[in-house]
């Protein structure tokens, strides 16, 4: 067991970055890598690296690792490939106890020269007692201590600074960053994230390993393209999803998957029928997309586990509530009808005027201020265990107008408050630039207050789905 071995990585007190050129007039990875360090907040010192010398945003460039005169915990590489076996001669010198090679063109080129520099590069590497992240890969992500590689987004700020309890475990680096942006736009954030591209050294294994034992991470999720340790992978992640919720996204699982999978991060895939096997019994939960790893760590932040799958859907459209019921049907939760004495009193309420439906879902008729006593009075029936709340901005926002819908969202957040039973919340449509706008401001509303909040029915029911499985898997395990 890990018992926090890799916890250094995330908390050097020196980084050299290998490959910043002193043109400011360009943009180059090892300038990226600097700003972002900066920009994120690291407050130990920051060397930047190339053998022509010079001085870039006030810092003296060093030739070599081995010029520099402090010492040096951590290295990026941005250099060419042909480069690194020098780099890392330099760093064992100098005492480096770590690399990031950002740096591509070893075996994931899948030829025989970059197959024999990868290996060089780590034997060398582990000669001399210095762990690799990568190569091929963005490298690792932790607010905490102002580690960051928002190196693709050079106009802006950088990552978050805000630290979160989730551990993202990624084989790829546009991934990585695709799931922070996602995660951010939501309101979560992460712990520490690792992309770790051809796994040469450490490995998936090793990381999901770590992030068992790190009390800052509650919830891990990975993107996996290939396994470098089949067994111990398996051992590793049984032990990991007792104690947290593990959510993998395993990529490379068809053909042509498998082909880029090689491609792109050196990986050998493997089939996608094997994969739900064994992350069924090992406890995992499997999706599909970077999305839906961010949709089930919301349920898991914001939601209190359902006591079973009788969902109730309060929304407006009567096209809209039979697809929703589709789509819940299709993801694995049941609408059971609503018991005829709740019928009767919300009939009672809105009377028989044409739109309203009872049943379940229960349309009512485009009208935000009739959500919250519908909610109060289905929350209250035993046979309903959560609620997803279906909000069509374009329909709202073009009759009622929003002096009307935000005071009742504030209703709703109010009764939620006094709910026992779990809400979601579905914000979809936007057919008019007032209806996005709109709807956008109500979204930054609910996550303050704690809402799950999704994009369509369907991606809502899914993850609520797999979530109720982990619950009762944990339960029983």
């Excluded at 609620?387 to 819908?405: E, M, P, R, S």
Aim: with cysteine; charged share 20%.
């Amino acid at each position: 067991m890990d018992e926090l071995g890799l916890d250094y990585l995330f908390h050097p007190r020196s980084i050299a970055i290998a490959g910043v050129s002193g043109d400011s007039t360009k943009f180059s990875p090892g300038q990226g890598f600097m700003q972002s360090l900066i920009d994120t907040g690291f407050e130990g010192k920051i060397y930047p690296v190339n053998p022509k010398g010079g001085e870039v945003s006030g810092s003296k460039i060093y030739p070599s690792v081995r010029d520099i005169p402090d010492r040096v915990d951590y290295v990026i590489s941005a250099i060419p490939a042909p480069y690194t076996p020098q780099l890392v001669a330099d760093c064992a010198a100098k005492g480096v106890r770590a690399i990031h090679f950002f740096t591509s063109g070893f075996s994931e080129i899948e030829d025989e020269e970059g197959q024999q520099l990868e290996s060089e590069v780590l034997r060398v590497a582990r000669q001399s007692g210095i762990r690799i992240i990568g190569p091929n890969c963005m490298g690792l992500y932790c607010p905490k201590t102002g580690l960051s590689f928002a190196v693709n987004f050079p106009e802006q700020s950088g990552f978050p600074k805000q630290n979160g309890p989730v551990g993202l475990i990624a084989q790829s680096g546009g991934n990585s960053i695709y799931c922070i942006r996602e995660a951010t736009t939501r309101g979560i954030y992460f712990s520490k994230v690792i992309s770790y591209g051809n796994a040469s050294d450490l490995n998936e294994t090793d990381f999901l390993e770590y992030f068992t034992c790190d009390p800052e991470t509650q919830i891990i999720a990975l993107y996996i393209e290939g396994l470098k340790g089949g067994s111990r992978f398996a051992t590793v992640l049984r032990r990991a999803a007792k104690v947290k919720p593990v959510i993998i996204f395993k990529a490379g699982t068809t053909e042509s998957g498998t082909r880029a999978a090689a491609s792109h991060t050196s990986a050998i895939a493997g089939s996608n029928i094997i994969w739900e096997s064994f992350l069924k019994q090992a406890g995992a939960i499997q999706v599909h997309s970077v999305e839906e790893i961010v949709d089930i760590a919301l349920l898991f932040l914001r939601m209190s586990p359902p006591k079973g799958r009788n969902t109730a859907i309060i929304g407006s459209g009567g096209g809209a509530s039979v697809q929703s019921a589709d789509d819940c049907l299709n993801a694995g939760l049941t609408l059971p009808v609503l018991p005829a004495q709740i019928r009767r009193k919300l009939k009672e309420i809105y009377g028989t005027e044409a739109g309203h439906i009872f049943g379940n879902p229960v349309d009512t008729l485009a009208r935000p201020e009739m959500l919250l006593n519908t909610s109060r009075i289905i929350a209250d029936c035993d046979q309903i265990d959560l609620l997803i709340i279906h909000v069509a901005f374009d329909t709202w926002g073009v009759i009622d107008g929003k002096d009307v819908i935000k005071p009742s969202i504030e209703s709703l957040i109010n009764l939620n408050n006094t709910l026992s039973k779990p809400m979601a919340v579905v914000l979809h449509s936007y057919a008019t630039d007032e209806a996005k706008r709109l709807a956008s401001e109500v979204h930054v509303r609910l996550r303050e207050a704690g809402f799950p909040v999704y994009p369509s029915i369907s991606r809502a029911a899914s993850a609520i789905n797999k979530f109720i499985q982990y619950q009762q898997w944990h339960q029983q395990s």
